[in-house]
T-cell receptor
Framework: SQELEQSPQSLIVQEGKNLTINCTSS?????LYWYKQKYGEGLIFLMM?????EEKSHEKITAKLDEKKQQSSLHITASQPSHAGIYLC???????????FGQGTRLTINP | DTGVSQDPRHKITKRGQNVTFRCDPI?????LYWYRQTLGQGPEFLTY????????KSRLLSDRFSAERPKGSFSTLEIQRTEQGDSAMYLC??????????????????FGAGTRLSVL
């Protein structure tokens, strides 16, 4: 079973639309990291959240951490073709140094 | 460019052969991680180093896998007697971390472009 569940697994949206990706942990989150990956390439760090209720934004991407629910969401406003890719949440679940990742959400933006 | 560098980007090998991958971390980073990613899945942790010490190894890392980080700089991951099930993307990441309690301090990991291994 996955310690981190992402939903949806894939998402197709029209350019200009808003969208949300969710990441839920079965264990206490000590740190939640969002990454973006283009097919066949490495992961690009987007944002890190540590405290319950924390919210961070970068350009049109906003991430929130609901510590009580052990859940994080990534919201993209007015999506653009450059947002297409695979979004991965990673978490420091055990207070250890390694990250556990969700299975990823594949985002496609249609013009 | 001072990001994490991995070499080679692609490796095709025959079953039973040995392969070695190299990772050069961001220069001031003391931690180095290896992950494996298969199609449609998120990366899975393999092992990590703090400086030259290998501090943790996953159960995924069978006896055929060995990793080193001599002098706390670059790292190599070797797979002996490769099997078709070893086909995957091997990702390296580095970070600057300090020993702290759970939830304390940042440990942002920066990833390389990966080495894609195909075992025929």
């Amino acid at each position: 079973s996955q310690e981190l569940e992402q939903s949806p697994q894939s998402l197709i949206v029209q350019e200009g639309k808003n969208l949300t990706i969710n990441c839920t942990s079965s264990k206490t989150l000590y740190g939640l990291y969002w990454y973006k990956q283009k097919y066949g390439e490495g992961l690009i760090f987007l944002m890190m959240l540590q405290k319950g209720g924390e919210e961070k934004s970068h350009e049109k991407i906003t991430a929130k951490l609901d510590e009580k629910k052990q859940q994080s969401s990534l919201h993209i406003t007015a999506s653009q073709p450059s947002h297409a890719g695979i979004y991965l949440c990673g978490a420091d679940i055990q207070g250890a140094q390694k990250l556990v990742f969700g299975q990823g959400t594949r985002l496609t933006i249609n013009p | 460019d001072t990001g994490v560098s991995q070499d080679p980007r692609h490796k095709i090998t025959k079953r039973g052969q040995n392969v070695t991958f190299r990772c050069d971390p961001i220069s001031e980073h003391n931690r180095l991680y290896w992950y494996r990613q298969t199609l449609g899945q998120g990366p899975e942790f393999l092992t990590y180093f703090q400086n030259e010490a290998q501090l943790e190894k996953s159960r995924l890392l069978s006896d055929r896998f060995s990793a080193e980080r001599p002098k706390g700089s670059f790292s190599t991951l070797e797979i002996q007697r490769t099997e078709q099930g070893d086909s995957a993307m091997y990702l390296c990441a580095s970070s600057f971390g300090v020993m702290a309690g759970p939830g304390q301090g940042k440990n942002i990991q920066y990833f390389g472009a990966g080495t894609r291994l195909s075992v025929l």
